[in-house]
C-alpha cells in the first residue's frame, strides 16, 4: 500500500480529511479492493478503540500528588548530599588504609599484591562499565529525547 | 476581583524557584500527565510514578523553564523519556505492561449484561495488543485514540512532522488490527 493510501486511510477514520481528499479516497474505496478491505478492518479497530477509555483513578490520588512531588525533589537532593559524602569518606578511608598496609613491614608481599590486585582489578571494571554505559548512550536512539 | 494568573505568569515565578505557582503548573497538567504515563506504562502506580518524577526532574531545573514555550511541553518530553526508560529498564517490564491490564474500562456498559464478559475480555485483548507496540507508535496511538489530540497537536507534542505521525499511527494500527484478526 502506498505512502499516500495510508495517509488518507488515517485521516478518513480520524475525520480529518480535506475537500480533495475525500473524492480521491472515495475513488480509491471504489477501485481498488484491497483498499477497501484495510478500511474495513481498521474501521472494525476504530469502533472497538472508541468504545474504551482510560480507567480513572480516585480523587484521593489527586489531593496527595503535589506532595509527593516535592518529597521526590527533597529526597533527590538528599541522594546527591549522601552519595558525595560517602564517595569522599570512602575514597580517604581507602587510600589511608592502603597508606597505612603498604608501610607496614610485618605483612607478607603476597598479600600487599593481592590486595592491589583487588584495587587494580576494581578500578578496571569500574572504568570498562563506565564506557559502555558511554558508548550504549551515544547509540541510544532516544538521545534525542532532551529535556 | 482578582483573576488567575497565566500559565506565563506562573513559568516566571516557578523559574524564581516559587513552589506556590509550581504546584499551580502541576495542578493544572496532572490529570493529563498521568494519562499519557498510563498509556505508556499501562499500570496505575507506574504512572504516577512516572509522571510525579517527571514533574519533579522539571521542578529541580526551574531555573531553566522557558515562559514563552508551553509548559507541559517541556513536562511531556521528560515523562515520554522516564517512560521508555522504564519500558526498555527491564524485558520483564514488558511481560509486565502486558500482563497489566485494567488501565481501560469500556465506556458504556453493555445493553445485554450476558454480553459483559465477552466485553471485558475484548477490552483485555486489545490492552494486552496495545502493550506489544513498539513504544513509538504506542505512544501516538494513545494520544490519539485515548485523548483524542489531532494530528498537528500531536507532531507539536513530540516535535515531529505530520507525516511522521500518520505513518506511525498506520503502522501501529495494522499491527493491532492483525493481532486482532480473531476477533475483530
Partial sequence: M??????????????????????EFERLLQTDTAFNVEWERLKRLKGLTD???FRTPPD???EGYMDSVYRRVERGVAWILLSIGAIVLVSTGLWEAGKALFIEDDVAWYIKGSILAVFVGGAILLVSVAREKLF????????DVTR | MATEPSERELMI????????AFGALVTTHM?????HALGLVGSHDDALDVSQEAFARVFRHHRSLDPERPFYGLVYQVLRRLGFNWIRDRRSRRQKLESSG?????????PDPSREAEVADLRARLEVAIARLPEREREIFVLKEFEGLKYRE???LLGVPNGTVMSRLFSARRSLAKQLEGIL
Wanted: aromatic share 6%; no cysteine.
Fill in chain 2, 13 to 20: 515565578r516557578a523559574r524564581r524557584g516559587d513552589r506556590e
Fill in chain 1, 2 to 23: 502506498t505512502e499516500r493510501a495510508q495517509l488518507l486511510l488515517m485521516r478518513a477514520l480520524d475525520g480529518e480529511l480535506a475537500g480533495d481528499e475525500r473524492k
Fill in chain 1, 136 to 143: 550504549m548512550h551515544r547509540r541510544d536512539p532516544y538521545k
Fill in chain 1, 51 to 53: 468504545s474504551v477509555t
Fill in chain 2, 154 to 156: 500531536i507532531a507539536a
Fill in chain 2, 31 to 35: 490529570h493529563r500527565a498521568y494519562r
Fill in chain 2, 102 to 110: 485494567g488501565w481501560l474500562v469500556e465506556r458504556q456498559r453493555p
Fill in chain 1, 60 to 62: 484521593e490520588i489527586w
